[in-house]
């Protein structure tokens, strides 16, 4: 087993985004907030022990900042079709409910516009006018 030091110079060959941190909890302790994960099916689940009814401490406080209610919902409940999150907004789960994926429709790309070149006019004063001194 390898071991991380943190720090710029320790982890600079080292590819973090292929590394999961997993943690070892039982399934009826982890706390019941639905993440985002990779935004396809929304059944992940977080993986932090109960501290506040069924929820960990992150999500409890989170939830408490949103009204009441965490903004993905809870794992034993539906997942929201489309779910709103009150500082980045609205976001778009890549599959159903179902796993398949949803259609995007391809948008017509416009040509581009061409631009008008300026004229470039010589320096200095333009010949024959008169304010000489």
Do not use: T
């Amino acid at each position: 087993m390898e071991v991380f030091k943190l720090g710029n110079q320790y982890l600079k060959g080292i590819d973090l985004k292929g590394i999961q941190f997993k943690n070892n909890v039982e399934e009826e302790k982890r706390c019941f907030a639905r993440v985002w994960g990779d935004g396809s099916l929304g059944n992940d689940r977080c993986e932090r022990l109960i501290k506040n009814g069924c929820m960990c401490k992150k999500h409890f406080e989170a939830a408490q900042r949103m009204n009441g209610l965490w903004w993905l919902g809870m794992i034993n409940e539906e997942r929201p079709e489309e779910p709103e999150h009150p500082i980045s907004g609205k976001h778009n789960w890549s599959k159903d409910k179902f796993g398949n994926n949803y259609v995007v429709e391809d948008k017509v790309e416009e040509p581009p516009l061409v631009k008008k070149e300026k004229v470039k006019r010589p320096r200095g004063r333009p010949k024959g006018s008169k304010n000489k001194k």
